[in-house]
Nanobody
Framework: QVQLVESGGGLVQPGGSLRLSCAAS????????IGWFRQAPGKEREGVSC????????NYADSVKGRFTISRDNAKNTVYLQMNNLKPEDTAVYYC?????????????????WGQGTQITVSS
């Protein structure tokens, strides 16, 4: 059974940091590209970051460049999203997703497996 389980969400003040984790099971993890997406109330789901399984290349949305960092630990079947200097506009439900291709896309439509999401709220 394929599972992606996110953790690490919560409430944080503007300028603060959080690290999200996405633990995978039930599929050959090392051959999958992983993406992080988010969806704020009333908005479409948007790509935040992704990392290719091939060469480890990464991609980031312009809105998070320089603040967020994606990484993966294949030994632990886990992907992380380190989020620094968080802003109120980062408030959303964050999802991790996996696709079998090695290309790193921020298009949600090409991802096959999804986690249940974790809430991030940035507020003072």
């Amino acid at each position: 059974q394929v599972q992606l389980v996110e953790s690490g969400g919560g409430l944080v003040q503007p300028g603060g940091s959080l690290r999200l984790s996405c633990a995978a099971s039930g599929f050959t993890w090392r051959y999958y590209t992983i993406g992080w997406f988010r969806q704020a109330p009333g908005k479409e789901r948007e790509g935040v970051s992704c990392m290719s399984y091939g060469d480890g290349s990464t991609n980031y949305a312009d809105s998070v460049k320089g603040r967020f960092t994606i990484s993966r630990d294949n030994a632990k079947n886990t992907v992380y999203l380190q989020m620094n200097n968080l802003k109120p506009e980062d408030t959303a439900v964050y999802y991790c997703a996996a696709r079998s291709g090695y290309q790193c896309y921020l298009n949600a439509n090409v991802y096959t497996y999804w986690g249940q999401g974790t809430q991030i709220t940035v507020s003072s």
